[in-house]
């Protein structure tokens, strides 16, 4: 009996070490502006600012566990023909949804999107926060151009 306590105490101990899931959520919470939108090359380590040096967005965590981003290529302009706003449409990325903390990452399960191809799937990005920045990163996928690559983004909070 006395050995079952002693593990009933270390077990409730090694729970109270862990980071709770409000913990890692909290790190999170805000809204970020968007800094940087880049493509990395795993066999080079190359960076690609496919979206221009200079992209526009955001992305907002609230504590209930929503997030919500939009982010737009650099230079985009008002469209005047059915053709620049099918241009506008491939410029931009915008969904929301309920997202959860699984370790290094956030997975949202998508309900709206620009594109209803997104809609019902987890999307899930790693992610690291050093002070006010936000680092996200897809996994590792074959891009035709270049071999294996990332999406890596830079956000910034908003204060």
Known sequence: MVKFKWLVVLGLFLIALQPSFADDRAKIVGAWR???FEVEYQATGEREHTRGKNPTGYIIFTPEGRMTVVLTDEGRKAPKTDQD???LFRSMVAYMGMYRIEGDKWITKVDVSGNPALVGT????????DGDR?????QWTVRPEK????VVITWE???
Do not use: H, I, P, W
Request: proline content about 0%; glycine content about 8%; cysteine-free.
């Open 34 to 36: 968007l800094v940087s």
């Open 85 to 87: 706003r099918a241009d």
């Open 122 to 129: 987890e999307q899930a990005r790693f992610f690291r926060v």
């Open 134 to 138: 936000l680092q996200e990163m897809t």
């Open 147 to 150: 071999g294996m690559g990332r």
């Open 157 to 159: 909070r908003v204060k």
